[in-house]
């Protein structure tokens, strides 16, 4: 399993994820995402959508704006609730999460050794002295405080005048601007239960211990579905809550398995009574094996009526469904898969980082899923000295380009433009040399033909230019590259 630094570190050389503000000294916790970040970003939220919504009958979406009335926090409980219990450190005054203090190594001064400060793993006592940690894991000094309780969203003021009536919040998840639009939707669509409202969106939160890169910041985008179910039907013999619930677990946990992720690095958490949200009746979380270890991925909770019951109770608006059947009102029940795009892109780049040796030399290779790769072909001429090679090599690029992110490279020798895009996670090359185009100087006219490499394999095969279209559309339209690969001739490698 890759470490997180040598993640961060080629993030920022191959231009996936920067620091924010780095020429200030950089924003803690917060990313930018760069040339190749910004493609792969928006792959996986675009794959999300395709499958969430596209695809499904019964699922559409929305855009809520990110600033709500503050009413809607207070309805929903975050103003509240959503809190995390937050101690200090009175000597060092760093702020740490009192429910996560022991997941961490602490910083201990030992008396029973001469070198006294050293760091002990989490959770494990002082092997010289046995102590347990009771001060501050970070400087090992302080004394901690009590625990308060903190709230996690990011308040501002709308308007000129900064005072109480002014106040609201960047919300903290986008759930619910799905509520509140719940008789919208209704309305304009007509639908029936069970159905889906979806929306992906910027979410806040000032959380306490941000931090692993990616993993935890304080602004990060959701992929969010509130699929609302009529509480008083049944399927095959269950509550149709908790029927759909165990659909989309099952849903949520396929869809990582589908671009790649490991069966191995991913599992499914059960939330033990004590941790449930104050909304939810039970929630499962897809989890993923990351560098810090096994942590969540998605949640996927039942979130019962909660919610639209009490922005009904608050705003003093009806939002319930009509059952023509029991010729009843009802308030539906919510089951919500509610993902990150920013740690789903974290799952990805760990889960397709390889180190592999070939010919001795070391190959780092991302093996991401062609759909998730930010990058589909990169167009490489053999000699970026030869006019004819590079003018043949610019016009295949844009040719593919019009269908897939399709780049131009000849700023290395061949060898090392295969290696670049392997770090990069380039499903394929295509090399354009000197048996493509001929040389007129010597009256010898191209073949025509170009080399596909396949980044995995490294296999080439020599396949006319006229063929690409289709070639390209088979194998990034999820064919095999076995297949494609068996009715063309195998090129020795260039460079390989
Ligand atoms: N509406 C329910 C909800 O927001 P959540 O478990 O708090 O549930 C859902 O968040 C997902 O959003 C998480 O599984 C995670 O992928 C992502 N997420 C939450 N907080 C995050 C943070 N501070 N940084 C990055 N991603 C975060």
Redesign the pocket.
């Known amino acids: 399993m890759v470490d997180m630094d040598t993640l961060v570190s080629l993030a920022k050389r191959r231009g996936f994820i920067f620091q924010s503000s780095e020429i200030y000294g950089g924003l803690g916790s917060c990313w930018d995402y760069g040339p190749l970040g910004v493609e792969l970003k928006r792959n996986i939220r675009n794959l999300w959508w395709r499958d969430v919504v596209h695809l499904r009958r019964d699922v559409v979406g929305l855009e809520a704006s990110i600033l709500m009335h503050p009413t809607v926090w207070r309805a929903s409980g975050h103003v509240e609730r959503f809190t995390d219990p937050m101690v200090d450190c009175r000597a060092c005054k760093r702020r740490f999460r009192a429910d996560k203090l022991d997941e961490d190594p602490w910083t201990h001064y030992c008396p029973a050794r001469k070198e006294n400060k050293f760091e002990v793993p989490a959770r494990e006592p002082c092997k010289h002295c046995g102590a347990l940690r009771t001060l501050c894991p970070e400087c090992g000094k302080g004394e901690l405080t009590e625990p308060r309780q903190f709230n996690l969203m990011l308040k501002t003021f709308l308007g000129p005048v900064e005072d109480e009536a002014a106040v609201t919040y960047l919300r903290?998840?986008?759930?619910q601007g799905m509520f509140v639009n719940f008789d919208n939707v209704l309305q304009a669509t007509r639908r029936k239960l069970p159905f889906g409202i979806a929306q992906t969106g910027r979410?806040f939160?000032n959380?306490i211990t941000?931090g692993n890169f990616?993993?935890?910041?304080?602004e990060?985008e959701?992929m969010?579905l509130e699929f609302f179910v009529n509480p008083h039907e049944t399927v095959d013999g269950q509550p149709a809550d908790e029927y759909w619930h165990e659909v989309w677990i099952q849903q949520r946990f396929g869809w990582y398995q589908k671009y790649g992720i490991r069966t191995e690095n991913l599992r499914l958490r059960e939330h033990g009574k004590e941790e449930l949200?104050h909304y939810a009746k039970r929630c499962v979380?897809v989890e993923y094996r990351f560098a810090i270890g096994w942590s969540?991925?998605?949640?996927i909770?039942n979130r019962t009526d909660y919610d639209l019951r009490r922005h009904a109770e608050v705003s003093g608006k009806s939002l319930t469904y009509f059952d023509d059947e029991r010729r009843t009102h009802v308030v539906p029940y919510v089951i919500?898969p509610?993902?990150?795009v920013?740690?789903?892109l974290l799952a990805f780049l760990t889960d397709a980082h390889h180190t592999e040796e070939v010919r001795g030399e070391k190959r780092v290779v991302l093996r991401f899923h062609p759909e998730i790769a930010p990058i589909k072909i990169a167009v490489l001429p053999l000699l970026k000295k030869r006019e004819d090679i590079v003018a043949r090599a610019w016009t295949i690029r844009d040719d593919l380009a019009r269908r897939w992110v399709t780049v131009y490279d000849d700023t290395a020798a061949i060898g090392r433009l295969y290696r670049r895009q392997d770090e990069i996670g380039t499903p394929y090359c295509v090399t354009v040399d000197v048996q493509t185009v001929g040389d007129a100087a010597k009256g010898e006219v191209g073949d025509g033909k170009v080399t596909i490499r396949e980044r995995d394999s490294m296999e080439q095969i020599r396949v006319p230019i006229g063929e690409l279209g289709s070639v390209f559309g088979t194998l990034l339209g999820g064919g095999a590259w076995s297949a494609v690969a068996a009715g063309y001739p195998a090129q020795a490698p260039p460079g390989s």
């Not at 903290?172 to 759930?175: C, D, Q």
């Not at 969540?296 to 949640?299: F, H, I, S, T």
Request: net charge negative; charged share 40%; hydrophobic share 30%.
């Open positions: 903290p998840e986008t759930a979410s939160r959380e941000p990616i993993f935890r910041t304080r990060f959701q969010e949200a979380d969540e991925l998605e949640g909770a919500e509610a993902a990150g920013d740690r789903s």
